[in-house]
């Protein structure tokens, strides 16, 4: 079940790999908090669910999904 779609995808994209990108830069204090935001962002990208998302019952996700009919 997905529950992040289109836009959503590509902005935690963009963000979690700026936040990846720019956690080489930081101190080794807010390195991990850094590295598990960015990761956070790119992983519900990558996979099209947020947990959160369920929690809230938000679907940016367009796609409607028809089960099979045998």
Same mark, same amino acid.
């Given at each position: 079940?997905?529950?992040? #779609?289109?836009? !959503?995808?590509?902005?935690?994209?963009?963000? #979690?790999? #700026?936040?990846?990108?720019? *956690?080489?830069?930081?101190?080794?204090?807010? !390195?991990?908090?850094?590295?598990?935001?960015?990761?956070?962002?790119?992983?519900?990208?990558?996979?099209?669910?947020?947990?959160?998302?369920?929690?809230?019952?938000?679907?940016?996700?367009?796609? *409607?999904?028809?089960?099979?009919?045998?």
């Amino acid at each position: 079940m997905k529950n992040v #779609g289109g836009k !959503e995808r590509a902005a935690r994209a963009m963000f #979690g790999s #700026g936040v990846v990108l720019f *956690d080489f830069f930081a101190t080794v204090h807010i !390195e991990v908090v850094f590295l598990i935001v960015g990761l956070w962002g790119v992983l519900t990208s990558a996979f099209g669910y947020c947990p959160f998302n369920g929690l809230l019952n938000r679907n940016s996700c367009t796609i *409607d999904i028809q089960p099979v009919q045998a």
